[in-house]
């Protein structure tokens, strides 16, 4: 099973950015949906965005604007660019893969914490 691993939490200031990215531990062949959630206090997992191995995005619609999802495929990564945060952005991202086929296997990273307070 791929293993993915995060990097680029930390503590940032109201309307701050930040970038966080995530590696695949090998070359994904097959079709696959890569992307970001999140998981704020006291909520449960939410989709933050996905890229498509066409490279076609989705993101939830609150946060379409401030947050941007790219990858480089040569390098296995996919990186989130988030701009202009607000506190309630405060959780913990997690990077998601989903491939195969039949986008049969599902990979989660291990979470980094990323908290927006002045």
């Known amino acids: 099973q791929v293993r993915l691993v995060e990097s680029g939490g930390g503590l940032v200031q109201p309307g701050g950015s930040l970038r966080l990215s995530c590696a695949a531990s090998e070359t994904i062949f097959s079709s696959y949906v890569m992307g970001w959630y999140r998981q704020r206090p006291g909520k449960q997992r939410e989709l933050v965005g996905v890229i498509t191995s066409g490279g076609t995005t989705n993101y939830a619609d609150s946060l379409k604007g401030r947050f ?36 049969q296997y599902k990979s989660w990273g291990q979470g980094t914490q990323v908290t927006v307070s002045s």
């Open 68 to 103: 941007t999802i790219t990858r480089d495929s040569a390098e296995n990564t996919v990186a989130l660019q988030m701009d202009n945060l607000k506190p309630e952005d405060t959780a913990v991202y997690y990077c998601y893969l989903q491939y195969g086929d039949g986008y």
